[in-house]
Structures are given as C-alpha cells and as structure tokens.
C-alpha cells in the first residue's frame, strides 16, 4: 500500500493539477455529494430534529386541563425534568461505573492476549486468535441470549458445577448484574479490541525486535518497553471505541431484565429514554433523554482524546 | 507500516515442521514461562468458546433436557427435528428474518462501502475550501452513538411516514462516517498522484478514473468497510427494534428476542430460540473465522494515524 507511494511525489501532485484552472477538484463535490447527502439526512438532521423536540411539551387547555391537547414550547424544561429524575440520573452513574471497570478490564485481557500470541507458533496464532475474534460476530442480544442460560439458576451448567462445588452464586441478583452484562460485553469485544492491537504490533519494523534482541532484552522487557508503548495509538483508538459503546449500553440489560429482576426499565441512560417513548408515550422527554446521553458520549470520548493527545505532546 | 498487516510474515510454509525452519525472531521463552503463556491462551480459549459449546449442545436437545440434564454434555440428540421446527414455525417466519438480516446488512454494506470509498477519495486527493471543515464534521458522527440516534431517527422518520419500512432501516445503514475516515487515510497512502495525472492526460473522466482505476487500489480498505458495516448491520438491535413494528420485516436479532420474551408463554419457543441462535451464529461465525487477516490490514490504518 504504501509503498507504491512514490517519495517526493506525493504531495507535489496537486501543483501539477493547477495547470488545468483546478477543474478536477471541482468535482470532488460529486464524489462527496451522495454521502455528504445520506450523512445529513440521516445523522445530522435527526440530531437537530430531537433538539428541537425536546424544548416541546403536551399542553391541555380548558378547564382542568381537561381539553384538547396541544403542543407548545417548553425550552428547557424537559432537560431539567430528566436530570431531576433520579433513576435516570443513576443510570448515568451506573453506566460510570461499569465502564471505569469493564472497559480497562477488556482492554488489558486484549493487550495481554495480543502480546501472548505474539509469542508462538504461527500456526497456534492463527488458530487461537480466530477463537478469541469468534465472539465478535455473535450479535449483542444473541450473545445476551446465550450468556442468560448460563447465568440461570436450572439450565445452566456454570451454576450447577460451581454448586456441586458448594458455592452459590447469583449471577442475576441486585450487586452482581451489573458484572454479569460487564462479563457479556468483555466476551464480545475482547478478541475485536485484540486484533486491532495485533494489526498495530505487525506494523512495528521486525528490525527494532532485533536490536533488542542484541541488546540483551528479554520477551518480558521488549513487550513492556518496546511493545507496550507502540501499540499506545491502537489503545487509544480502542479505548475511545469503548467508551461510545458503553454509553449505548442497550440490548444486552432488556435481554437480561426477563430473568433478572434488578434490570430496571432506567437502568441504563438509553433504556430510559427507549422506555419513556414507547412505554410512557412521552416522545418530548425522551428526546430531551436522548441528547444528553449524545452529548454526554461525546464529550466523554472527545475529553478522553484531547486528554491523551496533550499529554502525548508534553511527553515530547 | 501497513503493508506487512496483510501478509502473513512467515508464509504459509510454516505449516511443515516448526524446528526444521528456524525462525528469523526471538521465539521461544523459558520454560516455566512457556508453560503458563499455554496456560493463559488455553484458559482464554475455554472462555470465547464456552456459551457457543454450550449453544451447539443446547440444539440437539428437548425442552424437556434442556433443563433435566447436564447442560455441558448431550441427551438424546435430536438437531434435525428441533431444526425443522424452527423453521417451520410461525408460517416459516425465521427464514423470513433470516432473508431480512441478508437484505439489511449486504444491500447496506455494499452501499456503505461505495459512498464512503467516494466521499474518502475526494477528502485524500482533490484540494477544495472547506475540504478539512467537512473532514472534521464527517469525524464528529464516528464520536456520536449510534443508539443515541435511533430514537431521533424514528422521531423524524415517523414524520416521514418511513417508520416500519425496510427504507427505515435501510438509510441509516448506509452512512458509515468510519468508513469515509478509513477510506481517506487508505487513499491518501495507496493511490499515487502520479496515477491520477496520467489518467487524465490519457483523457480519463474523473469517474471513469474512481471506478476503474481507484476501487481496485483501495480494495483491502474497502473490504475492511464492508466487513466492519455488514457485522455492525447485522449484529443491530436497537435501530430496527424502534424503526420495524411488522415482524415479517424482522432481521433475526429482533427476531429472536421475540421468541425469548414469547417463552413464558409458548414454552417451546426457548427450544426455538436456542436453535435459531444456534443458525444464526453459523454464517458469520464462518466469515469471522475466513475473513478475520482482512480486518487486520484495514484496522491498522486506522489506528496508526491517530
């Protein structure tokens, strides 16, 4: 790939185009037309379209209220409503907390199995790494499906083997939910997350590995010298990953909430806002509900970024 | 950097005999060290496969041993029958899922992959005002959740009566900010302005150009976008749960999910459900295991630039 790139020349093409009064790059707006159209349409616009409704409210005029309904401004009541509401307010919270768990969790499981497969045979890798990556391709509310079995108390073989074992465990109860759907979500993303560290590590010149090797360093002291650090881009990358899926965090809670009664209908921010569309019929709350979490995602990861890059800038 | 993500390094002649080709690497920790690096691998190993061993037995058995009997190992195995009545179930409403997921994430992936390879192209090698401002507003939407938009989609799609159509899942598929900002690094490493120049000397269209010329370059990327979307596609719940109310225009997630919250009341239908998943799980577990060497290579370009 890159290397077909000719040194020199890469950038000096633009120059030569000048020559023909820059026509060909008028039609960059017919290569970008149809996305930057679909992209509008579908991401952009719905944004602004919740903004919009969340500062709307049902209103009942006449007497007690009891009159036709109709729909006025409602500017930012809607926001403060939902962030008096304190089960959506915890779902932030609970959110928080399982990704300041899961997400380092899962990034270390991928790192540590990225580096170990980089130890043996060829052959094994290919195999084990296929393993690890298998889970990817099961869909969220599958996987949730599978891991509910093994969590109930009856059909699964976990529960019973550790039973025979003399513990109990309550893979559905209040405390420990929160760590089973954590367990879920490790399960699916571990191997994704590793590959992406895997591609990073094949990128690193086999020459370096070599000097280390001549210099005396062991496996353990090329993984966390040399490793570790240059595959630092990639962690960012999956960490940011992370951090957006764990705001989402949706089917995986409404498939455990069957068989598991600690599972609330706001037990995470999106579930709430799901809830209160199309259980309670309040589209304006739920809008409101909506945008917070975007934003609140968003900043989260953009925070994470700026946090990462400045540090990497002072570090040089 | 890229390039060696594609290749497998030591080829595929190490498939004879380990010692007789001694490797070019430092391999081969000390002993006690080797011996719990086979330890970690094996005990991740268990761990991925375990509920998909599980799954596998689970279909072969009854509704009736699916509780009674040990949940690790066989009883009376009977996949065929538990099979044709998944699909037979319901007027053959699974193989009518099954059709919607294929709809859903190849029509939509496929178009993903092009408008993305378009938009990516023309951000890496075309100069115009405002270039780097559409880069920048293009990045933004790979940062937004994508749950997070699926009830602002359906509040605006049901204004244009496009709510329980297949269009409704359809449109936000096909928009992979991702994918436009792994098509712009790729391209601007992989195609030479060199190449571009001669073809319009040649007198070659600007499209006539991206189509022939520019898609077969960018092909390992393309691949990747594909990929990354037909799996995100595919493996969604929370667009089609808000966007679908007929189920005969289910993709298997929503699908599937019906048959288990159904259970309590149809108790075969978790017997269905296992079998269905267990389906399901096939095809893609068999592109994941084919397909896996081609994320690599495109993933990488992704990560190296951050």
Redesign the interface.
């Known amino acids: 790939?890159?290397?077909?790139?000719?040194p020199g020349?890469?950038?000096?093409?633009?120059a030569?185009?000048g020559r023909?009064g820059?026509r060909?790059?008028?039609?960059?707006?017919?290569?970008?037309g149809?996305?930057?159209a679909?992209?509008l349409?579908?991401?952009?616009?719905?944004?602004l379209?919740?903004v919009y409704?969340s500062m709307l409210k049902v209103e009942r005029s006449g007497p007690m209220g009891l009159g036709e309904p109709s729909v006025g401004f409602a500017g930012f009541e809607n926001y403060s409503l939902a962030l008096q509401q304190e089960t959506f307010v915890d779902g932030f919270g609970r959110v928080l907390l399982f990704g300041i768990v899961q997400v380092p969790v899962m990034l270390l499981?991928a790192l540590?199995?990225a580096l170990?497969?980089d130890?043996?045979?060829?052959?094994?890798a290919?195999l084990?790494?296929?393993?690890?990556?298998?889970?990817?391709?099961?869909?969220?509310?599958?996987?949730t499906?599978?891991?509910g079995?093994?969590y109930v108390p009856?059909?699964?073989?976990i529960t019973?083997v550790l039973g025979d074992l003399g513990f109990q465990p309550d893979f559905l109860g209040y405390d420990s939910v929160l760590w089973s759907i954590a367990n879920i979500v490790v399960?699916q993303f571990?191997?994704y997350n590793m590959?992406?560290i895997?591609?990073?590590l094949?990128?690193v010149?086999?020459e370096l590995?070599?000097a280390a090797?001549i210099d005396g360093a062991g496996?353990w002291q090329?993984a966390l010298r040399i490793k570790i650090p240059l595959v630092r881009?990639?962690l960012?990358?999956t960490t940011?990953f992370s951090i957006?899926?764990t705001?989402?965090l949706?089917?995986e809670p409404l498939?455990l909430k069957?068989v598991a009664p600690a599972v609330t209908t706001d037990y995470t921010p999106?579930l709430s806002?799901?809830f209160d569309?199309?259980a309670n019929a309040n589209?304006y709350l739920?809008?409101a509900k909506?945008?917070i979490?975007?934003v609140v995602?968003?900043v989260l990861?953009?925070g994470f970024l700026s946090l990462v890059t400045r540090r990497q800038r002072s570090e040089r | 950097m890229s390039a060696t993500g594609t290749r497998p390094r030591t080829g595929t002649e190490v498939a004879g005999s380990p010692p007789a080709t001694p490797a070019p690497r430092p391999r081969r920790a000390p002993r006690p060290g080797r011996i719990l690096l086979v330890a970690v691998l094996t005990a991740a190993a268990l761990y991925f496969l375990l509920p998909v061993y599980w799954l596998v037995i689970a279909a072969t058995k009854s509704n009736d041993s699916l509780y009674g009997s040990f949940g690790l190992w066989f009883d009376d195995p009977r996949l065929w029958d538990n099979l044709s009545r998944v699909f037979s179930y319901d007027g053959h409403v699974y193989l009518r899922w099954m059709l919607n997921s294929l709809l859903y994430a190849g029509v939509g992936a496929v178009l993903a992959t092009l408008l993305s390879a378009a938009a990516g192209f023309a951000l890496a090698k075309y100069n115009f005002a405002g270039r780097e401002a559409v880069f920048t507003f293009v990045l933004a939407g790979v940062l937004l959740p994508s749950t997070a938009l699926a009830l602002p989609l359906y509040l605006m799609f049901s204004k244009l009566e496009l709510t329980n159509t297949y269009w409704g899942v359809l449109i936000p598929s096909v928009v992979s900010p991702f994918g436009v900002y792994l098509c712009r690094i790729y391209a601007e490493a992989a195609v030479p302005d060199t190449l571009l120049e001669a073809a319009r000397v040649d007198g070659a269209g600007e499209g006539r150009i991206f189509f022939s010329l520019v898609l077969r370059i960018m092909t390992p990327a393309l691949v990747t976008v594909f990929l990354f979307q037909f799996v995100h596609i595919w493996n969604n719940y929370f667009l089609p749960l808000v966007m679908l109310s007929d189920d005969r225009k289910y993709p298997i997630t929503l699908g599937l999910v019906t048959w288990q919250q159904a259970a309590d009341r149809v108790p075969e239908l978790t017997q269905y459900t296992i079998g269905g998943a267990f389906v399901s799980v096939i095809p893609l577990a068999v592109a994941m295991l084919v397909l896996q060497r081609f994320w690599q290579t495109g993933l990488t370009e992704g990560s190296v630039k951050e």
């Open positions: 790939m890159s290397t077909s790139v000719k020349r890469a950038r000096s093409g633009t030569g185009r023909r820059g060909p790059d008028r039609k960059a707006w017919a290569f970008l149809p996305f930057l679909l992209y349409f579908a991401m952009v616009v719905p944004v379209y919740a409704q499981l540590v199995l170990l497969l130890q043996v045979s060829h052959r094994w290919g084990l790494r296929a393993t690890y990556f298998l889970p990817y391709g099961i869909p969220g509310v599958v996987a499906i599978l891991w079995f093994l009856g059909v699964s073989p019973s399960w571990a191997g590959l992406i895997i591609a990073q094949k990128s010149p086999q590995y070599e090797r496996p090329t881009p990639a960012v990358l940011v957006i899926g705001m989402q949706f089917a498939v069957k999106n806002a799901y569309a199309f589209l739920a809008a909506s945008v979490l975007a995602a968003m990861s953009f």
